[in-house]
């Protein structure tokens, strides 16, 4: 999609590629981009870390270009009025923005218009939102690994609906939001299981961009955050298929896995605790991996 004439217009109205928005960032030398693929763009030079994230789905287009305009706001001064960070934000908090966490319905929308079964998965028909356990993706893999390095205080999570709420995951809970029950499987929730506080906000399809900014800008504040309490859960099982496989997903997770023949110690720290309470909880290690459960005792 060339942007040679009105390089903002589509953003206002139409569905762009990923390559299309690092192309024409990198032209504007805004929002720091490095990977074509999976743009992700930086606003801020604070101290606290913020990362917004949507675009699980080709359906999120319009909260992604309002972010991808609001990062365009502050390097060039005749895009479409909009609202954005303040000045007081961006000196306090360091945002990243991931306007496309499935870049692959995004990319390929000219032939997937009207295929709803592919709005959200990627190239390899894997649905990005609800791999965040077995990380089978690469998107999933690079998502999970940009959090773990960066350590935010604040992740904002973006998805399209009928309507606007607003819910924090458990186990932490955020000022007075509602606290709801997510899956860890489900990248919407999953990072608050692994210790990060996250808010996420649901915004109705027809949105406008000027709504939809609105509604951002006042979530990248300071909160009153609380964690539950958990009980310091172990697990022994054993490993029917690719034991080096499964333990590197386990590590990936932040575990403490120690290995014994075909068996498998996992243990949590006090992050992440919560993810590996609720797998046992929730049977999700046998429904997602070929192994057997053998022991759950608290440390």
């Known amino acids: 999609m060339p942007f040679t004439a009105e390089p903002f217009k589509a953003l206002l109205t139409d569905i762009v590629t990923p390559k299309y928005v690092?192309?024409?960032?990198?032209?504007?030398?805004?929002g720091l981009l490095s990977d074509k693929d999976l743009p992700i763009l930086t606003m801020g030079t604070g101290a606290k870390r913020a990362i917004v994230i949507?675009?699980?789905?080709?359906?999120?287009?319009?909260i992604s270009n309002a972010l991808i305009y609001m990062v365009l706001s502050k390097c060039v001064n005749n895009v479409h009025t909009i609202p954005?960070?303040?000045?007081?934000?961006?000196?306090?908090?360091t945002i990243k923005?991931?306007?496309?966490?499935?870049?692959?319905?995004?990319?390929?929308?000219?032939?997937?218009?009207?295929?709803?079964?592919?709005?959200?998965?990627?190239?390899?028909?894997?649905?990005?939102?609800?791999?965040?356990?077995?990380?089978k993706s690469k998107y999933s893999l690079k998502l999970h690994g940009l959090i773990n390095e960066v350590k935010p205080e604040l992740i904002i999570m973006l998805t399209a609906s009928s309507e606007w709420?607003?819910?924090?995951?458990?186990?932490?809970?955020?000022?007075?939001?509602?606290?709801?029950?997510l899956s860890p499987t489900d990248f919407l929730g999953h990072f608050a299981h692994e210790g990060y506080p996250t808010i996420v906000m649901t915004i109705p399809r027809e949105s406008g961009l000027y709504e939809i900014t609105q509604r951002i800008i006042q979530l990248i504040r300071d909160y009153n955050v609380k964690h539950e309490e958990?009980?310091?859960?172990?697990?022994?099982?054993?490993?029917?298929?690719d034991i080096n496989n499964i333990t590197n997903i386990f590590r990936l997770h932040g575990f403490?896995?120690?290995?014994?023949?075909?068996?498998l110690i996992i243990r949590a720290n006090e992050k992440n605790q919560f993810l590996l309470n609720s797998l046992i909880d929730n049977n999700l290690i046998e429904h997602y991996f070929n192994v057997e459960i053998l022991e759950v005792h608290l440390q």
């Open 22 to 30: 690092f192309s024409l960032m990198n032209s504007l030398k805004c």
């Open 256 to 263: 403490l896995i120690g290995v014994d023949g075909n068996k």
């Open 97 to 135: 923005v991931i306007p496309f966490a499935n870049p692959w319905p995004f990319s390929s929308w000219d032939v997937i218009r009207g295929k709803e079964s592919f709005y959200l998965l990627d190239d390899d028909g894997i649905p990005i939102r609800y791999d965040a356990l077995t990380l």
């Open 230 to 241: 958990i009980k310091p859960l172990e697990l022994v099982i054993r490993v029917d298929g």
């Open 84 to 93: 954005t960070f303040s000045a007081s934000q961006l000196s306090k908090w």
């Open 165 to 181: 709420s607003i819910m924090t995951p458990r186990p932490i809970s955020i000022d007075g939001y509602e606290t709801a029950e």
């Open 54 to 62: 949507t675009g699980f789905s080709v359906l999120d287009y319009r």
